[in-house]
């Protein structure tokens, strides 16, 4: 508890000291800049147990201090900038013992050579499609979606961040992106040493405003963002491609859209030096969001679909048939829900329900298909 009470502390010194600093760099020219912020999001939640794994349709609720985290980041010279962003060892809930702490979510340094050219080095977010790239104070739903960065243990990462290079950059106008990324991925693969990197590789193109990275626009600007890319460390290979389009539609508000595809599997062979066959089955994971921002009263409903289908291959199921893996493996989310925002990301309130489908196994060993649902209202305050 002393521990985490000094991280705490030192944590609200950078916050408030970050914050002190940016407003006398800004006044002097040629000087670093320093900007700090703050990202808490809370809920309350009522859920079937099932819906978090175990077979259970019996509701049980819960209020969750689910994220905090303190944020800053330095533009040190004109062509050095330093991102740093802390989060909570886990969510908190209430009537629940935990080990309260927090840990280095991101360090990431980039270093500016042109447009084309950027090199960031440190603890980042690894992903070949858009919605994990997102800033989770700025998602157009309640969360991230729950597919698209579904195996973070078997690869080895923190909340799908991961210590490697980046080497990115822009092309007319900053329209087109490219990135290319090698990361330290698993490196404990049963009797093998020196394990190959992680690679990812990522390109999209903006038709219209350029891309601010965020789950939507509010009305401000339109954007239509295509883009795919690949991820593959070992016999692990994915590759897949997604689409954002935000756009007014007249005086009264926007439409905000997401899709995103991906194929995904861990190989097949169980005799390959550095294997995922029994930790990734084959599948194909899909993504659809809607969201119809009202300008007048500042509300946002919005829906989702989601799913990840699995279509496994012999050495990647075990025991069990081919039919019984795949069900019970296989996951279709869909739900819906409200966002007000009091002050646009800074402060809002999402209200969601959201059910999944997914198969389940009974004491008998037969696995069926069963559906439970969650009724959750989470409060966001955001500011950087």
């Not at 169980?270 to 009263?297: D, H, M, R």
């Not at 829900?337 to 402060?347: D, I, L, Q, S």
Request: glycine share 10%; net charge neutral; proline share 2%.
């Amino acid at each position: 508890m002393k521990n985490c009470k000094n991280s705490l502390c030192v944590l609200l010194f950078l916050v408030l000291g970050g914050s002190c600093l940016s407003v006398r760099a800004q006044n002097e020219d040629g000087k670093p800049s320093f900007h700090a912020g703050v990202l808490m999001q809370g809920y309350a939640v009522a859920e079937q147990k099932g819906f978090s794994g175990e077979a259970d349709k019996d509701w049980a609720s819960d209020m969750t201090l689910y994220r905090l985290r303190f944020l800053v980041e330095s533009q040190v010279t004109k062509k050095d900038y330093l991102f740093i962003q802390t989060n909570m060892t886990s969510p908190y809930t209430l009537g629940k013992p935990a080990t309260l702490g927090m840990r280095v979510l991101e360090a990431q340094y980039d270093h500016t050579f042109n447009d084309h050219f950027v090199i960031s080095a440190g603890k980042m977010m690894v992903s070949h499609t858009r919605d994990p790239l997102l800033s989770a104070g700025r998602l157009l739903l309640e969360d991230f979606a729950y597919y698209q960065c579904a195996y973070t243990e078997e690869l080895h990462t923190d909340a799908g961040r991961d210590v490697g290079v980046n080497l990115w950059g822009t092309f007319d106008n900053r329209k087109f992106k490219y990135s290319v990324a090698a990361y330290a991925g698993k490196r404990d693969f049963e009797g093998q040493k020196n394990a190959p990197f992680r690679k990812v590789g990522r390109l999209e193109y903006n038709f219209m405003d350029i891309d601010r990275g965020r789950g939507s626009n509010l009305g401000e600007g339109k954007t239509l963002t295509i883009g795919g890319g690949f991820d593959t460390q070992g016999s692990y290979v994915a590759a897949g491609g997604d689409v954002f389009f935000d756009y007014p539609l007249g005086a009264a508000g926007s439409l905000t859209a997401v899709g995103g595809f991906t194929y995904q599997t861990g190989g097949n062979d169980l005799n390959s030096k550095y294997s995922f066959a029994t930790a990734i089955p084959t599948q194909n994971v899909q993504l659809l969001e809607l969201g119809y921002y009202i300008k007048a009263c500042k509300l946002q409903p919005w829906v989702r679909y989601e799913r990840q289908d699995i279509n496994s291959q012999d050495n990647q199921r075990g025991k069990l048939t081919a039919s019984d893996f795949d069900e019970l493996n296989t996951n279709t989310l869909v739900g819906g829900g409200f966002t007000y925002f009091f002050n646009k990301y800074a402060t809002c309130l999402k209200l969601s329900y959201l059910a999944v489908n997914k198969g389940v196994q009974d004491k008998a060993g037969k696995v069926s298909s069963k559906t439970h649902g969650q009724l959750m209202l989470q409060l966001q305050v955001f500011t950087f």
